[in-house]
């Protein structure tokens, strides 16, 4: 593993410059845009709905909250082989069938992009009872006088939830936002396990790390051009998150 | 398909019962790391044996690694082989997860094993990087005896870098009551194949299961030698620059577009619950699967090459076979060849045991073929004649990694996207033409 020249930044050029590599930046970019604002929404609703029921509260806050116990790749591998695998007796094939659809080979298409489905429910299914807590914790903390004080005023529904909850809620929903989108970006366990085939992956759909598993650890080898865009992903999360960070702090000093 | 694969193919194939052999074998890992670490040692190789410690008698400890097979017996069966050597002492290490990555990467330290298995032998990077022993004179006047191509495949520029196995192959297996119902008679080309899968599609069960990529990943190398061609010229130049590729690969769209193949099943096409559980009429799959076939259809099955193209075509059948190789970073390089040669070419016996007891394979050695009471009759003899006739080694020694993936990736775009396949090969091309120039020069 000694090197032999000295390449300089030729390694940085080639991989910005690598079709493949750069597809998968914009994979992983649609990614987070799609799925960090989707479960914001689903978990921040489900704390409310969870933090505002008076029975059985302990039983759907577990309920919830058990998926996160769950292992990514035993999830992945049920999501691929018995909800959505191809055939009648897959769950989602077998629903479609109560209403006389043909059977969909979901993984198997790449026109429509059903295995996005797959990945999508797969990884909110995971993730939203984590988030779920974090939010219900910050709703808990949230005084009631606020809300007694809201009330007197002749505030209620989206209203109450627009001016007090949110707002009230700015700390949480930072550290919310910036977990998900490292988690995002992060994205290799469902895709891995849900799309491989035998060492194998399909040249779409192929998020950054799954790219740079197969460039440097794969049978390639190629652990130059693999830590080269090991750094440049590294740079882009950070980035990311310090505008992030920005954006929501500034939020923070207009209040 | 790249070479990596066939070692998957081979051991993960079997499937079936791995989850809770695999528990097993994490187990022992766990144990095995525990002695070690109790050793002291951070490095993963025991300290060298001096004297009258170890139980080989002449002193010398040899690390054997294996990938992790899925057939129950297998570990003990290579640990019992091991055992009875007597000019050393072997530890076989047994390796759950991703074999051909870890021991790629671990070749090039100190804590690389001293003989270790490869799927096809030793990569073309590996034999040019000087990280493999020179094997050819271990096989010597065997050699005529070995299956020509898996040989073949193992040599580069006529010395012989490893001494196969096992040699694996896969097949189109049909069900012949599906046929026999639908008046189909088993197919010889590629058209008659297509035509009979789309008469054999009715209802919930398809024609023709090639894997839940459709043949993207499986059917790319068998496809060009059905139309006559190779991944490379005899002269070591791209292949299939040809329009008879791109006519040859587009064959595997019109079954997709046909809507005759199964796609999604829960186990893919190394396994044979799609074809037993009558899902598909016709797989193409593993000779591996066949004692599931035979418990789950008893005679009800027939085993057929993968078709010609056309009366310019030639039929086919992927053979594989993991290759015994001899690190260059071994502490004894002759006493490693030593071992190789005692286990993989005088213990006939031994390999006989490994080939046929535990799991369905072929032994390397043709003249053990009709030793091997599993291979005597029916399917399984028509499959053994096979791979012998028409087996085809999966692909070229110099078909790099990187070749393989961007042939994959157009394999994919081809199959399942309906990409125009001259584009795509162009574009296999374009990938191909440096790295063999690289591998070449």
Redesign the interface.
């Known amino acids: 593993m000694t090197p032999t020249k000295f390449v300089g930044v030729g390694n940085y050029l080639d991989m910005l410059s690598d079709p493949a590599f750069r597809s998968s930046l914009v994979t992983f970019l649609a990614f987070a845009v799609f799925i960090v604002p989707t479960t914001f929404v689903i978990s921040l609703g489900a704390a409310l709905l969870v933090a505002r029921t008076r029975v059985m509260q302990s039983f759907f806050r577990s309920v919830f909250f058990l998926p996160t116990a769950c292992s990514y790749v035993v999830a992945s591998l049920i999501w691929k082989m018995s909800i959505f695998s191809g055939i009648r007796s897959g769950l989602a094939n077998g629903v479609l069938g109560w209403f006389g659809v043909d059977s969909i080979p979901w993984l198997s298409l790449a026109d429509p992009p059903w295995y996005w489905l797959v990945i999508v429910t797969a990884r909110l299914w995971l993730q939203v009872g984590f988030y779920m807590i974090l939010f219900l914790a910050g709703i808990q903390r949230i005084s009631p006088t606020l809300y007694e004080a809201a009330a007197i005023d002749g505030a209620e529904g989206w209203k109450v939830f627009r001016h007090i909850t949110l707002p009230q809620l700015r700390a949480t929903s930072t550290a919310v936002l910036l977990l998900l989108l490292i988690n995002a970006f992060q994205a290799f366990d469902e895709f891995y396990n849900i799309l491989s085939t035998f060492g194998t992956y399909p040249p779409y759909a192929r998020p950054p790390l799954v790219y740079l598993y197969y460039t440097a650890l794969g049978s390639g080898q190629d652990f130059g051009h693999g830590s080269a865009g090991a750094v440049i992903l590294t740079l882009i999360i950070a980035i990311v998150a310090v505008v992030q960070g920005r954006i929501l702090r500034l939020g923070d000093r207009g209040e | 398909m790249?070479?990596?694969?066939i070692g998957?193919?081979i051991g993960?194939a079997l499937g079936a019962n791995l989850t809770r052999r695999s528990l097993f074998a994490l187990g022992g890992a766990a144990a095995v790391t525990g002695a070690l670490a109790a050793c002291g040692s951070n490095t993963g190789r025991e300290p060298a044996a001096t004297g009258g410690g170890a139980s080989g008698g002449s002193g010398v400890t040899l690390n054997q690694w294996y990938h992790q097979y899925g057939e129950a017996g297998t570990q003990q069966a290579v640990e019992k082989y091991a055992a009875a050597y007597k000019d050393a002492t072997v530890k076989v290490s047994w390796k759950p997860g991703?074999y051909?990555?870890s021991t790629?990467?671990s070749l090039?330290t100190d804590a690389g094993p001293d003989v270790f298995e490869y799927g096809n032998g030793p990569?073309i990077?590996m034999i040019k990087g000087g990280q493999v022993v020179d094997l050819t004179d271990l096989i010597g006047d065997t050699k005529s005896d070995f299956n020509p191509s898996i040989l073949e495949r193992m040599t580069y520029q006529g010395k012989t870098y490893a001494v196969p196995q096992v040699v694996d192959m896969q097949l189109l297996v049909y069900r012949k009551s599906m046929l026999d119902k639908a008046g189909i008679q088993p197919p010889q080309t590629i058209d008659e194949l297509i035509a009979a899968a789309k008469k054999l599609t009715q209802g919930?069960v398809k024609g023709l299961f090639l894997?839940?990529?459709?043949g993207?990943?499986l059917m790319g190398g068998p496809m060009l030698w059905s139309a006559g061609l190779d991944y490379l010229t005899k002269d070591n130049q791209f292949g299939f620059d040809d329009p008879r590729a791109a006519t040859a690969l587009g064959k595997l769209r019109e079954m997709w577009d046909a809507k005759v193949l199964?796609?999604?099943?829960?186990?893919?096409w190394?396994d044979a619950s799609a074809l037993t559980s009558g899902?598909t009429a016709m797989q193409f799959t593993g000779l591996w699967t066949f004692p599931d076939i035979k418990k789950g259809l008893g005679d009800d099955f027939g085993v057929l090459p993968w078709p010609a193209l056309d009366s310019s075509g030639k039929a086919s059948v992927p053979v594989g076979a993991y290759g015994s190789c001899v690190s260059a970073k071994s502490k004894d390089v002759e006493a490693a060849k030593k071992f190789v040669k005692w286990l993989w070419i005088d213990q006939t016996q031994d390999q006989l045991d490994f080939a046929t007891s535990y799991g369905f394979h072929i032994p390397s050695r043709t003249s053990l073929i009709s030793q091997a009471s599993t291979l005597k009759s029916g399917q399984a003899a028509d499959a053994a004649k096979l791979a012998t006739d028409v087996g085809h080694a999966q692909s070229p020694i110099l078909w790099?990694?990187?070749c393989a993936?961007a042939f994959?990736?157009a394999m994919?775009?081809i199959v399942?996207?309906g990409a125009d396949p001259a584009g795509e090969i162009a574009k296999v091309k374009a990938v191909a033409d440096p790295e063999l120039k690289r591998v070449l020069a």
């Open positions: 790249s070479d990596k694969q998957r193919e993960q991703d051909d990555q790629a990467a090039l990569t990077d919930n894997g839940n990529d459709g993207a990943g199964l796609l999604g099943a829960p186990k893919d190394f899902l790099t990694p990187k993936t994959g990736d994919n775009r399942k996207e």
